[in-house]
């Protein structure tokens, strides 16, 4: 199963956005920022193709990246591809609080913040936030570890009211968020910028405005010429850019961060004066080697100077670029802590995984091979009809097209063949562009309201546009795999398959699809929810299905010729591994945040809060299983950098039996010989109930084999 990203939660005590109000005003002025010539440094994902640019624009210092040099993004043209079939108003989603001519900014970090009644807290690390009936409120998290959870809701510290009666988002890329702030008549009072990795939160005032910040106990108090600041539960606000009197003048900004409870006067200062000049928006490069994948994050701020940001865990883990003023202190998050540095361009590199769709299986001696074709030949006379919805119809299709790859590097071709005419048969009917006007199954539509390609039959809330990498990410490793030799079928198929490429991954942001939909680049992985209608923030469950979801974008890119999209789809995949093993499946248990939590994975990552659980089964195979499904060739990457002691430590807790047990059984051969010898005897006794329906016998004995005779470099 997939996440269900569909079903209401069980949020924790004062997960809540609460409305609580204090009644001092904030006094404090500071001197503006002047600041030198600067030159943009704009990649090739820059503002300029954005209908939705930030109305500041800004810029940031110049810098000579380290790594991979920035890759050349695919050219689509989305128009056409959303012109190319047919066009209805399927899917369920309502973005109430959103400025026209924005494209409705689904699957975000800050997606609550759009959809439904009543918005939702988000979650910028280091910073929570949340919307109140005339301003905002702001928070840091505080994050308490239990047996099967780590929770760290929004609680505000500090409430800002502009005297606002509405809001909406009027300016959106994949890191930042631009709220305007609105008067009864509409008409906009001011902006409020925030962005994931930085402390800042500001508001640009419009028109001259009286805002009013209060705190939990005490008052915003200047300090000399520094910011006003304020102790809320042993976190030091502070404020900047408001005149005494809480006067904001028009295209004035006032910016509000919180203070690393381990910093010096020095990192103070500088964090003071990187928040005279706010920050405007996030632009997003990429880079890949053989070594390492690069993301570069570019802080734009409305003068140029630089500002500063945060890096996760996973940005710390394993090869890393030379970094320059990280020791400004950290924030706590339920992540583990977050190392505040100085500057505007955060570089991180994950370790490559390139899309591949096939085991390496020189070596495996004659019996094994023998036995694979044995399995195959049975998986193939059980291949059931194929379902008609989005997700199991996708899976079902990934499944056969990945026996018939498999059958024909084992040279069983005639085992195989008939298998790859009636899937090939069903991967034309899904690609068909008009397939939706024929019938209501097995075809796509484009919606332009939502600015989305959406399957019919929808499952899982795909029509509230919940999931589309992992549907649309079987079906496009299904078009890769039974392509990869087939030109004329690439040809065929390439409408609807570039089609559901762009809608979960387009590269740049357009009027007809957003940038990069399900993918998070500061986290490095994607979000599932498609409104996000959770006090807890976005989430995400299948962390491999994410991963499935980039090599099959990369399966098809190489099928179908497209070296750019094949170049992104490294990245995507590379960067959605390493975070999938920093915060699933092998996260650091050593980690303060952690102290507390009893278990050796986690299942449903949130904005705040991380579960030992699912949507659909507490049986410990399943909360581990879920990570590791669909377990095709590119999921090898779990072993990578990861100490064996892991994967055997949370086999032994999943166990070998249950939902999903399969895969435990299949990701228990990345342990060791001795674990890869079981899991063969183990796999080849399995009975047929206990195999998923997107795997097979087949794919987990040659997986195992191909394991045994190739072990991975851990």
């Excluded at 649309?472 to 990869?484: E, F, K, P, V, W």
């Excluded at 190489?558 to 975070?579: F, M, V, Y």
């Amino acid at each position: 199963m997939t996440a269900r990203t569909d079903l209401p939660t069980n949020l924790p005590a004062g997960a809540t956005s609460r409305r609580r109000r204090w009644v001092v005003v904030a006094v404090a002025a500071v001197a503006v920022l002047a600041v030198g010539a600067v030159v943009a440094l704009v990649g090739p994902w820059g503002r300029a193709d954005a209908p939705t640019a930030d109305r500041a624009g800004g810029s940031a210092p110049e810098v000579r990246l380290e790594g991979p040099p920035d890759a050349t993004p695919p050219d689509l043209d989305t128009a056409a591809l959303t012109a190319g079939v047919e066009q209805a108003s399927v899917a369920k989603i309502d973005p109430v609080r959103l400025a026209d001519g924005v494209v409705p900014p689904t699957n975000r970090w800050y997606s609550g913040l759009v959809f439904g009644e009543e918005s939702q807290p988000v979650f910028a690390q280091p910073v929570s936030f949340a919307l109140t009936g005339s301003g905002f409120t702001l928070g840091v998290p505080d994050p308490v570890a239990s047996d099967k959870a780590v929770v760290g809701p929004h609680v505000p510290a500090v409430t800002v009211d502009a005297g606002a009666a509405s809001a909406q988002v009027s300016a959106a890329d994949p890191v930042s968020v631009t709220i305007d702030l609105l008067d009864a008549a509409g008409a906009v009072l001011g902006h409020v910028v925030l962005a994931e990795g930085s402390p800042f939160v500001s508001l640009t005032a419009e028109r001259e405005l009286t805002v009013a910040s209060s705190a939990q106990a005490g008052s915003f108090e200047a300090s000399g010429d520094g910011p006003a600041t304020v102790t809320v539960a042993g976190t030091e606000w502070a404020l900047v850019g408001a005149d005494p009197d809480g006067t904001l003048a028009a295209g004035s900004t006032a910016t509000w961060y919180p203070v690393p409870q381990d910093a010096d006067a020095d990192a103070a200062a500088t964090l003071a004066e990187a928040a005279a000049d706010p920050v405007t928006g996030v632009d997003v490069t990429y880079g890949v080697d053989d070594d390492v994948a690069r993301t570069t994050l570019t802080y734009r701020t409305a003068g140029g100077a630089p500002t500063a940001y945060v890096l996760a865990p996973h940005h710390r883990t394993g090869t890393q670029p030379e970094r320059d003023g990280c020791d400004l202190g950290t924030y706590p998050s339920v992540y583990g802590s977050l190392e505040l540095c100085a500057g505007s361009h955060l570089t991180a590199f994950a370790p490559t995984v390139r899309p591949t769709g096939s085991l390496d299986l020189d070596g495996v001696p004659d019996d094994e091979r023998t036995a694979v074709v044995d399995a195959l030949t049975a998986d193939v006379a059980a291949t059931e009809p194929f379902p008609s919805d989005t997700y199991f119809g996708g899976k079902a299709l990934f499944r056969a097209a990945s026996l018939v790859t498999l059958g024909e590097q084992l040279g069983a071709d005639d085992v195989v063949a008939d298998l790859r005419t009636r899937t090939t048969e069903a991967l034309r009917e899904w690609a068909q562009p008009d397939g939706c006007a024929q019938r209501d199954a097995r075809c796509f539509v484009y919606d332009a309201d939502a600015r989305s390609a959406i399957g019919l039959t929808p499952s899982f809330g795909s029509d509230e546009l919940n999931d589309h990498h992992f549907h649309y990410g079987y079906l496009l490793a299904a078009a890769g795999l039974l392509a990869a030799d087939d030109a004329s079928l690439a040809d065929d198929v390439a409408p609807v398959m570039d089609l559901l490429a762009a809608d979960v991954a387009s590269p740049t942001p357009t009027d007809a699809l957003p940038q990069l939909r399900s993918y998070d680049p500061w986290f490095g992985h994607s979000w599932a929810s498609g409104t996000s209608p959770f006090a807890d923030g976005n989430n995400q469950e299948s962390s491999s299905e994410a991963v499935n979801a980039w090599n099959g974008l990369g399966l098809w890119a190489q099928s179908s010729g497209q070296d750019d999209l094949a170049t992104q789809a490294a990245w995507l995949t590379s960067t959605e591994a390493a975070s999938a093993r920093a915060y699933w499946t092998a996260p650091d248990l050593d980690d303060p945040a952690l102290d507390g939590f009893g278990h050796e994975v986690f299942s449903i990552s949130w904005g705040a809060k991380r579960d030992y659980a699912t949507w659909f089964s507490p049986e410990p195979s399943a909360i581990l299983g879920i990570q590791l499904i669909p377990m095709g060739p590119v999921q090898t990457s779990l072993a990578t950098d990861v100490d064996p002691e892991r994967i055997r430590a949370a086999v032994e807790e999943s166990g070998l039996t249950g939902p999903l047990a399969d895969y435990v059984v299949t990701y228990s051969a990345l342990a060791g010989p001795d674990e890869a010898k079981a899991a063969w005897e183990t796999a080849v006794d399995l009975p047929e109930e206990a195999i998923d329906d997107g795997s097979s016998r087949a794919s987990m004995l040659a997986f195992i084999a191909s394991v045994r005779a190739n072990p991975p470099a851990s």
